[in-house]
């Protein structure tokens, strides 16, 4: 059994600070290129699953969260294998936490 995160919103002004100014200009995704997980002008799913591709443990959104807002973050993905690391950054920059799941919860794996 592996350990499962929730991402919850822990300060929600200083999320509403990330969320982006602007309206979509032609930016917005997904960039490694310069070691850093981005996402520009996207929603707090996007973010959640560009946090599953590099942290080495499963997180899933939790509840609190308007989808239909988009935000912008960019996180080192150096600092993304350790996982107290991602708490920090999450908590401090984008008033976000992650929640250690202690019940078990039910998935289904898609082929793809």
Do not use: C, W
């Not at 999320?15 to 602007?22: C, E, F, P």
């Not at 997180?59 to 973050?73: C, H, N, R, S």
């Not at 799941?101 to 998935?107: D, S």
């Amino acid at each position: 059994m592996t350990e499962v995160y929730e991402l919850k919103p822990k300060n929600k002004a200083l999320l509403r600070k990330a969320k982006t100014l602007q309206t979509e200009d032609g930016h917005g995704g997904f960039d490694t290129d310069n070691g850093r997980v981005i996402s520009i002008n996207k929603p707090i799913t996007q973010l959640v699953k560009l946090l599953n591709e590099t942290v080495p443990a499963p997180i899933i959104l939790g509840e609190g969260f308007d989808a239909t807002i988009d935000y912008d973050f960019d996180i080192q993905i150096s600092d993304t294998a350790d996982i107290e690391k991602v708490k920090n950054i999450l908590e401090n920059s984008y008033g976000l936490t992650l929640e250690k799941k202690t019940e078990e919860i039910e998935y289904i794996e898609v082929a793809i």
